[in-house]
C-alpha cells in the first residue's frame, strides 16, 4: 500500500480505534516494574551475565533500548568481540533477519566495529531442546515426552518458506 493510503489509514482510523482497547489490554498484564517484555527481557540479561561472566546487553529490534544502543554500551564495556543472538530459536525473514538488518544498519558508519558473530538458529541445538524438556518436567507438563511447536505471529508466506526445514526437525 502506497505511504499517501497508509497514512491517513493508519493515523485516521487504526490508531484512534485500536490504541484505547490495546491499552486496556496491556493493563491486565502490565508489571508493578513496567512492561512484561521490559521485565523480563532486563532479567533474562542479568541472569546470562551472571551464568557466563560476560557483559550482556539488550537491544531491540523496535524500541528501546535499541540495537544501537546495545552496541555502544557493549563497545564502551570494552568488548571487541560481539556475539549477537535474537531471542527467536527459529530463523525467520520477519523476526532474526530484521534483527540482522538492524545491527547492519547500526553499524554501517561505524569507524571503529567490531568483530561480530551472528546466531541465526538454535531450535535444534541439544542443549536448548534439553532445557525445555527440563522446564517442563520440573513444572509437571504432563507433555514433558512430546514436543511442542508454536508459531507466533508469523506471516503464512514466512512460515512456509522454512516449514520443510523445521517439520524435519521437529518430527
Known amino acids: 500500500m502506497s505511504r499517501w493510503l497508509w497514512c491517513p489509514l493508519l493515523h485516521g482510523v487504526i490508531l484512534p ?8 489490554l496491556y493493563q491486565t498484564i502490565w508489571m508493578e516494574e513496567g ?23 539488550l537491544g531491540m529490534t523496535y524500541g528501546e533500548p535499541s540495537i ?3 552496541l555502544e554500551a557493549l563497545k564502551a564495556r570494552g ?47 541439544n542443549a536448548y531442546i534439553e532445557h525445555w524438556r527440563n ?6 507438563h504432563k507433555m514433558a515426552n512430546r514436543t511442542c511447536y508454536c508459531v507466533h505471529t508469523m506471516a503464512f508466506r514466512s512460515v512456509t518458506l ?9 518430527v
Do not use: H
Not at 522454512?162 to 521437529?170: E, F, G, N
Open 35 to 57: 512492561s512484561p517484555l521490559m521485565v523480563y527481557s532486563l532479567r533474562q540479561k542479568a541472569a546470562l551475565e551472571q551464568a557466563t561472566g560476560l557483559p550482556v546487553e
Open 79 to 125: 568488548c571487541e568481540k560481539i556475539l549477537v543472538l535474537p531471542l527467536y530459536p527459529q530463523y525467520s525473514g520477519t523476526t532474526t533477519a530484521a534483527v540482522f538488518d538492524k545491527l547492519a544498519k547500526s553499524v554501517k558508519q561505524d569507524p571503529s566495529l567490531p568483530e561480530l558473530r551472528f546466531i541465526n538458529s538454535y531450535y535444534d541445538e
Open 162 to 170: 522454512t516449514t520443510a526445514t523445521l517439520i524435519q526437525r521437529i
Open 68 to 70: 544501537k544502543s546495545g
Open 17 to 24: 480505534v485500536r490504541s484505547p482497547k490495546v491499552a486496556k
Open 135 to 140: 522446564q517442563w518436567k520440573r513444572t509437571g
